[in-house]
């Protein structure tokens, strides 16, 4: 069963600055790889699907890229809002299943 | 809009039954799901149904355990949860496939505000 891993487990960055958080799969995947941000006692949210697809309303200043194993979330000039956790996910076909990562906290 | 209900206390070895009510969607077209939240933990996807209710998927922890089912008419979504343990402490959230047609499985574009589940020993 497909594994992801996501580095660091905590990010500390400065408002205005950029972001780059790490989602690795422990065996290649589709590019079918999701980003969700989830803000302290919010569900969370969609923020990036097919690993570079924003989702609606989503600011441009997220960005997602990556294929085969590793991913990249990446947050261009911080706002106060995009601060919170963030997930990685991955469906795969066999087993049928959805695989998120542990999170990444950026703070 | 997804809305959860039937979350609570129940003993270790007890059952519970999640309901969640769609709206603004039809939910024949998609896959609907459950992903949940143990306090202070990341997030654990559960279990998928398509959108016909032919196809169902579990994740391992809760195979032969949990049941998923649809009603579109009424467009809602249970999770019947036979032998609780405290392990299953968590908050369910119901969620929506991203991808339209009920047999596509990518990721989840609608996320309910979550019940409560607590598993007492």
């Known amino acids: 069963e497909v594994v992801m891993t996501q580095s660091p487990a905590t990010l500390s960055v400065s408002p205005g600055e950029r972001a780059s958080l790490t989602c690795r799969a422990s065996q290649r995947v589709s590019s079918n790889l999701a980003w969700y941000q989830q803000k302290p006692g919010q569900a969370p949210r969609l923020i990036i699907y097919g690993a570079s697809s924003r989702a609606s309303g989503v600011p441009a200043r997220f960005s997602g890229s990556g294929s085969g194993t590793e991913f990249t979330l990446t947050i261009n000039s911080l706002q106060s809002e995009d601060f919170g956790v963030y997930y990685c996910?991955?469906?795969?076909?066999?087993?049928?299943?959805?695989?998120f990562g542990q999170g990444t906290k950026l703070e | 809009l997804l809305v959860e209900s039937g979350g609570g206390l129940v003993q270790r070895g007890g059952s519970l039954r999640l309901s969640c009510a769609a709206s603004g969607f039809s939910t024949e077209f998609f896959v609907m799901g459950w992903v949940r939240q143990a306090p202070g933990k990341g997030l654990e996807w559960v279990s998928v149904i398509s959108g016909s209710g032919e196809t169902t998927h579990y994740a391992d922890a809760v195979k032969a355990r949990f049941i998923i089912s649809r009603d579109n008419s009424k467009n809602t979504v249970d999770l019947q949860m036979n032998s609780l343990s405290a392990d299953d402490t968590a908050l369910y959230y119901c969620v929506k496939e991203g991808c339209s047609g009920g047999d596509c499985y990518d990721h989840f574009d609608v996320w309910g505000q979550g019940t409560m589940v607590a598993v007492s020993s």
């Open positions: 996910q991955q469906y795969n076909s066999w087993p049928p299943m959805y695989a």
